[in-house]
């Protein structure tokens, strides 16, 4: 049996990326990213917003790339990568503590609403594609095609 640990994301920087070193001298670079979805309120008939936060890390040469580029809040970026559970105790109370994160395994800038290219901190431009167009062509979805 196959497994499959895959999660892809689009949305906006929460945060700016934040640079850390462990102890092992590995560079991470860990960032909040906001995913909304909008949908239409079935009682009110009103147009409504439901964010979810997810917690981005990378590591090493990915940590370094995104470091250098200088990825600050609310830029608009498409995450791929794998969800991660992990658990630690609080040494002075023991209080346990989840976290559930995204360990990060690509990215690209997605362009901004009025923009197709994002200018990083220095000022170099990067093209924005959407991740949409590195995906395959569409399926045909004729009915003679169907195994029922």
Known sequence: MAYLNKVMLMGNLGKDAEVRLTQNNKKRVSFSLATTRRFRNPNTGEMQDDTAWHNVVAWDKLAERIEKLGIKKGTPLY??????YRQWN?????QKHNVTEILMDNFEFLA??????YA?????????????????????????????
Request: hydrophobic letters at 20%; glycine letters at 8%; aromatic letters at 4%.
């Open 79 to 84: 995450v791929e990568g794998r969800i991660s």
């Open 90 to 94: 609080e040494p002075q109370t023991g």
């Open 112 to 117: 901004p609403r009025h923009s197709s290219s």
């Open 120 to 148: 990083g901190e220095n000022g170099d431009s990067f093209d924005a594609p959407m991740p949409a167009n590195n995906l395959p062509p569409p399926a045909n979805d004729s009915d003679d095609q169907l195994p029922f």
